[in-house]
């Protein structure tokens, strides 16, 4: 078994990563640094998504090829961790939160085209992604049986909202993504998960709280305190990810939702 593990601001080497082994991997969309390991015996493949000293920002992320690469290179799931703004007052700073929806309405890359891996009209394997919940159920739960165990304030569930960046969202934005249900957000994830979904590999996304996003909380938000927390979500992750990824079976590992196809 081999799981995916992707990490954002902040970490950029994965913590206690053993026989590290940083390659580059060649995709149809672009190569990809990814480093092989393993964790607590179980082999992994992390990618950093901004790179190395966050050298790509999240209006610079090549999707499909860092996706690709995981996928390319066999994966059995992925587990996904973020940083993200708290859109709800009740949510406390440095809390976990294990997302069981998403909100994404955009559906688009970076560059604005749509997010899929569908683009060539009559190509094999086109259709649509199918689903009720977008994260792979029984692989959330594994997390949720994991942060029990560790000394963090765990939040359930959440819907995590996609926004563009690289600006900070504004108040009437912020109150938009509230009024939708939306419980955090982070400029990165959206396109992961939908990637993900379409390939039929199981996918989880984890995040963990820095900040309020604008107009939430009485305080503004400051530069400096958010870039603590970003520090500080490094180790909190990595013991997520640690007390998850032994506790993995195989047979837990089933996709999210089915997928609806014109050539089969």
């Not at 959440?158 to 509230?178: K, M, W």
Request: hydrophobic share 40%; charged share 15%.
């Amino acid at each position: 078994m081999k799981i995916g593990l992707i990490s954002g601001s902040g970490t950029y080497r994965w913590p206690g990563l053993e026989h590290a082994s940083a390659e580059e991997c060649a995709t149809r969309f672009g190569f990809v640094e990814l480093t092989a390991g393993r964790l607590r015996g179980v082999e992994v493949l992390h990618l950093a998504r901004h790179g190395s000293g966050h050298a790509q920002l999240s209006n610079q992320l090549n999707h499909r090829a860092n996706l690709s690469a995981l996928v390319e290179n066999g994966v059995d799931a992925i587990l996904s961790f973020t940083v993200c703004g708290a859109v709800e007052a009740a949510v406390p700073l440095g809390s976990v939160i294990a997302f069981n929806d998403f909100h994404f309405p955009s559906n688009r890359f970076p560059d604005g085209s749509p997010c899929t891996w569908h683009h060539t009209p009559g190509a094999a394997g086109r259709g649509h992604w199918v689903f009720d919940n977008p994260f792979c159920e029984p692989l959330r739960r594994t997390v949720l049986a994991a942060c029990r165990d560790l000394e963090v304030v765990l939040i359930p569930e959440g819907c995590y909202g996609h926004v563009d960046g690289p600006r900070f969202n504004t108040q009437s934005e912020i109150a938009a993504l509230s009024a939708a249900g939306v419980t955090a957000v982070s400029q990165t994830a959206g396109p992961e998960a939908e990637l993900a979904g379409e390939a039929g590999v199981p996918f989880v996304l984890v995040g963990y709280v820095t900040d309020y996003a604008n107009g939430v909380s009485a305080d503004a938000a400051q530069v400096t305190d958010i870039a603590a927390r970003i520090s500080q979500s490094t180790e909190v992750l990595a013991e997520v990810a640690n007390a998850t990824l032994p506790m993995i079976s195989p047979n837990m590992l089933e996709p999210a939702g089915d997928f609806y196809r014109f050539d089969t």
